[in-house]
Nanobody, 126 residues
Framework: QLVESGGGLVQPGGSLRLSCAAR????????MGWFRRPPGKEREGIAV???????AYAESLKDRSTISVDNAKNTLYLQINSLKPEDSATYYC???????????????????????WGHGTQVTVS
């Protein structure tokens, strides 16, 4: 189970940190990621991180966001700075086993092989 939190209404130029609490599963190796779906648009990948600590970011956010994991808390985070109205979307986290496929989800748009998805948290920048 994945549960996102941290969304809300933010002014342009502001920052927020999204959290994704993971419960009920254990992976020896893993890939976790953040995705978003703007209103009326397709879902897009934002960032992923694997259990080796390697990360990949979408071009649209790579200079403004940081993905991280606190393994002790089983929690994934996404820090986004300098928010823009076009960042408004429902943000989802996801988790899956393994690392070999992880970075390609963002780098080449590979189909994600996640086992779990959160229900999403709404971010509105206005």
């Amino acid at each position: 189970q994945l549960v996102e939190s941290g969304g809300g209404l933010v002014q342009p130029g502001g920052s927020l940190r999204l959290s994704c609490a993971a419960r009920g599963y254990t992976y020896d190796t893993y890939c976790m990621g953040w995705f978003r779906r703007p209103p009326g648009k397709e879902r897009e990948g934002i960032a992923v991180i694997d259990s080796d600590g390697d990360t990949a970011y979408a071009e649209s956010l790579k200079d403004r966001s940081t993905i991280s994991v606190d393994n002790a808390k089983n929690t994934l985070y996404l820090q986004i700075n300098s928010l823009k109205p076009e960042d408004s979307a429902t943000y989802y986290c996801a988790a899956g086993q393994g690392v070999g496929w992880c970075l390609d989800v963002i780098r080449v748009g590979a189909e994600p092989d996640f086992d779990y998805w959160g229900h999403g948290t709404q971010v509105t920048v206005s």
